[in-house]
């Protein structure tokens, strides 16, 4: 009797022992858990970028004709609308939605359909779904805004709205999806992006190019003074863009970490760097130094920086945005006198050139102790890596030139892309948009512009305007 009593108890306790472990091993696991202090983080780098674009805004708008101010800043400021939305119903879904042969995101998350408040772990496990996304929006906001710079003063507001929205759709989001999505065949490939050379700045600044080269030069353009009518203005916009840069680059880490103090520092010493070798270059090319000159080179460094914040150190910075620096000046102040073609803010000269530089900057400086998940570069043994950057630098600037030139061309058949003669004279803010930058004086004929001044402050401004 006492036997089986006791093997009964020896059962029970084993029972005890391995229960637990049978049922762990087919429990689900834990979901990933939400750290505070990185939701935190990104979501305010995602409110800096957004400040990027209406801080671009102020750098253009300083830059054009006081007759084109307006339309210029309107360009920038109603891209955030548009490709906000673009963004939620399907832009995120093709750029970041589960992969189509290494080519697209599926229509999957249309409508941010299945994004919500828990981590997608594929791109990030300690922040929400919906914070990865908006961060991500803010850079697909600001990419096509760096394109007006080159057709700035000279395309019709429906024909850029129909072609902002067509281009974010069919260059932007593919690209997106092969250099930062899951399955992506550029990732897939190996090529080093970690804030957007490519996806950003080359995109950006040879579609610039083909649709300056497309719609002609500026009326005047060549045989007329076109100064920059308010240069604080641009100074200020620079000035949010170097802020804003911080949370394009040190937010793309994800996670408030090592990562983002290091793309951090690095992204302000490239800027600082290019800000220095533009401004000496320019002296020694021009005989004098501008403040132009200074908030173009703090853009030009920020822009080379971009591709490599998140796998080069300190020093390699430096380096970075000092060619930057003197390699984006002659882009702009010789090349483009040379070949003659009217890239009206430089988008080319700046976002082309400089984010071609930094891809392949990346891809002789990126170096595994920075960044582990990343690669070395050919400085650091494996020269493989800058062929990479090659291909990647390559087919982003065949199929920014293409595409853009189809999208142009196609739009082109069903609407006029570019003012008019006398539209141009009279500047697009008032041609297209019925309004004035400054009310104070005529455009044309330099007297006191009265119709644009309240009726009930008439007689006190004609009071001022002639004393007698």
Known sequence: MQKPIMLIGLSLI??????????????????????????????????????????????????????????TIMQSFFIVGLISVQWVLWGYSLAFGPDIGH?????????????????????????????????????????????????????????????????????????????WGVGGWMRELGVLDFAGGTVVHILSGVSGLVIALMIGKRKGYGTEIMLPHHLPMTVLGASLLWFGWFGFNAGSALSANGLAASAFV?????????????????????????????????????????????????????????????????????????????????????????????????????????????????FFGNP????????????????????????????GAFMPVRASEAQEVQGLDLAEHGERGYAYQDLVSGAPAMHAVPSVIQPAVAAKTNPA
């Open 14 to 71: 084993l029972l005890s022992v391995l229960a637990p472990a049978a049922f762990a091993a087919d429990a689900p696991p834990e979901p990933p858990k939400i750290d505070t202090g990185d939701t935190t983080f990104v979501l305010l780098s995602a409110a800096l970028v957004m400040l990027m674009t209406p801080g671009l805004a102020l750098f253009y708008g300083g830059m054009v004709r006081t007759k084109n101010v307006l339309s």
């Open 103 to 179: 080519f697209i995101g599926s229509l999957d998350w249309v409508g941010l359909k299945g994004v919500g408040q828990e981590a997608n772990t594929d791109y990030a496990a300690t922040i929400p779904h919906f914070a990865f996304m908006i961060f991500q929006a803010m850079f697909a906001v600001i990419t096509p805004a760096l394109i007006t710079g080159a057709f700035a003063e000279r395309m019709k507001f429906p024909a850029f709205a129909v072609f902002t929205l067509a281009w974010a759709t069919l260059v932007y989001d593919p690209v997106a999806h092969w250099v």
């Open 266 to 378: 690095v992204t302000h010493t490239a800027a600082a760097a290019a800000t220095v070798s533009w401004v000496l270059t320019e002296w020694l090319h021009h005989g004098k130094p501008t403040l132009l000159g200074a908030a173009s080179g703090c853009v030009a460094g920020l822009v080379a920086i971009t591709p490599a914040a998140g796998f080069v150190s300190t020093i390699p910075a430096v380096l970075i945005g000092l060619i930057a620096g003197a390699l984006c000046f002659l882009a702009v102040s010789v090349l483009k006198s040379k070949l003659g073609y009217d890239d009206a803010l430089d988008a080319f000269g700046v976002h082309g050139i400089g984010g071609t530089w930094g891809a392949i900057a990346t891809g002789l400086f990126a170096t595994k102790a920075v960044n582990p998940a990343g690669a070395d570069g050919l």
């Open 384 to 411: 493989d890596q800058l062929v990479t950057q090659l291909i990647g630098v390559a087919v982003s600037w065949v199929f920014a030139a293409v595409m853009t030139f189809i999208i142009l061309k196609t739009i």
